[in-house]
Every structure is written in C-alpha cells, then in structure tokens.
C-alpha cells in the first residue's frame, strides 16, 4: 500500500522552528516530485512548497518563502519541511502529498493524514 | 495568481441524491484541475485529474467536466462514505490553488 506518513508537529512559540517528517512507503519514492500542503479553518487547503524527485527544482509559496526550506532524502524515502522564524498564521495541519509524476506538475495523488504545527505564545 | 471560486460552500443532499459542485478559475486553465475528498483525521484523496479523468479504483459515480475557466464535479448518486468536504485544485501555473471547498453533509 502507498503510504505517506507525516511526524514532527507540535506546539511551538512564535519565532522559533520546526522540522516537519514525511516518511513514504510502498512506492519508489525517486519516481516522484514531493509537496507540503497546510490546512486550516479559515482558509482551507493552502499550498506550501514543492520539490522535484531529485532536489534539482524547489518551489515556495510567497507566504514561507526565505523562512521555509523543503529538502528530500531519497535513500531514506524521506521527505522534509525545516520552518524557520515561525508566526501564529503557519498554524495549520501540514499534508505531505505525491505528485503523479517525477517532475513538479502538482496533481498530488497520495496524501497523508497531516501533522498539527501550532504557533503560539 | 489564479483564484478558485468554489461553490456552494456547503450543500446538504441525501443518500441516492445527485450532487453538483462547481468551480470557476480567474482565468483560463485549460484542463489543469483537480478534484480531492478530504475527511476529519483521514488522508484526502485525489478523485479527478486533468478535468474529467478518473482515478484508478475511484467508483464511477464521481465525474468531472469542463476546460478554460469552468467545471463542474458531480457525484451521481450520493453514497453515506461521500459525506465530506471537496476541494477543487488548479496546477496550469504557480502557485497552485485551491478553491474554498465545498462541505457535504447529510440532510
């Protein structure tokens, strides 16, 4: 079975960071392109970053661009979100989620379940 | 950017009901969009690609239509496991982006 499974939230002060985890398995993880995805209430489903499956092309949403760095670890189908100088509005459940192809097209067609990532004083 | 306009933003429908949910880009996207379901505490899953294909194992009563700036996803008839909330997604050009999505729940 194709698994994504998202670990290292949690509750974190404003400014601090956080290193985000997504460990695939049941698929060559090379094969594809990797995203972040946040949810939250008022805004729903929000886009993050992206990475190509081999960490040639990263992109950013403009809201974490310079705070946040996505990076991938092929050897250990490990997918990564480092979030830097954190504020109270990148409170959200973050989704790791596959691209359908090895480049970043953004069609995610396997998802995990999410990590919680609270930023609060 | 490109804006998603999802709506209604909620729809309550009954089991056997046929649903329709529609989503309009701010410009044309051509046939770049994704449906998703997403429910509390589960991982979402993608139903439709590219406008109108379906998911391999996806059931046949979920369908999409449309290109350019507007689409229309449809669940034929409505299935208790169908109770959820559905996002459509453009990926015609960065960033990608959702629409406000659309809460089904039970009349």
């Known amino acids: 079975e194709e698994q994504l499974v998202e670990s290292g939230g949690g509750l974190v002060q404003p400014g601090r960071s956080l290193r985000l985890s997504c460990a695939a398995s049941g698929f060559r993880f090379e094969d594809y392109a990797m995203h972040w995805v946040r949810q939250t209430p008022g805004k729903g489903l929000e886009w993050v970053s992206s990475i190509s499956w081999n960490s040639g092309s990263t992109d950013y949403a403009d809201s974490v661009k310079g705070r946040f760095t996505i990076f991938r670890d092929n050897a250990k189908q490990s997918l990564y979100l480092q979030m830097n100088s954190l504020r109270e509005e990148d409170s959200a459940l973050y989704y790791c989620?596959?691209?359908?192809?090895?480049?970043?097209?953004?069609?995610?067609?396997?998802w995990g379940k999410g990590t919680t990532v609270t930023v609060s004083s | 950017d490109i804006q998603m306009t999802q709506s209604p933003s909620s729809l309550s429908a009954s089991v056997g009901d046929r649903v329709t949910i529609t989503c309009q880009a701010s410009q044309d996207i051509g046939n770049y969009l994704t449906w998703y379901q997403v429910k509390p505490g589960k991982a979402p899953k993608l139903l439709i690609y590219d406008a109108s294909s379906l998911k391999t194992g996806v059931p046949s009563r979920f369908s999409g239509s449309g290109s350019g700036t507007d689409f229309t996803f449809t669940i034929s008839s409505l299935q208790p496991e169908d109770f959820a909330t559905y996002y459509c997604q453009q990926y015609d050009s960065l960033p990608p982006a959702f629409g406000q999505g659309t809460r089904l729940d039970i009349k």
């Open positions: 989620a596959r691209d359908q192809y090895q480049l970043m097209v953004y069609s995610m067609d396997v």
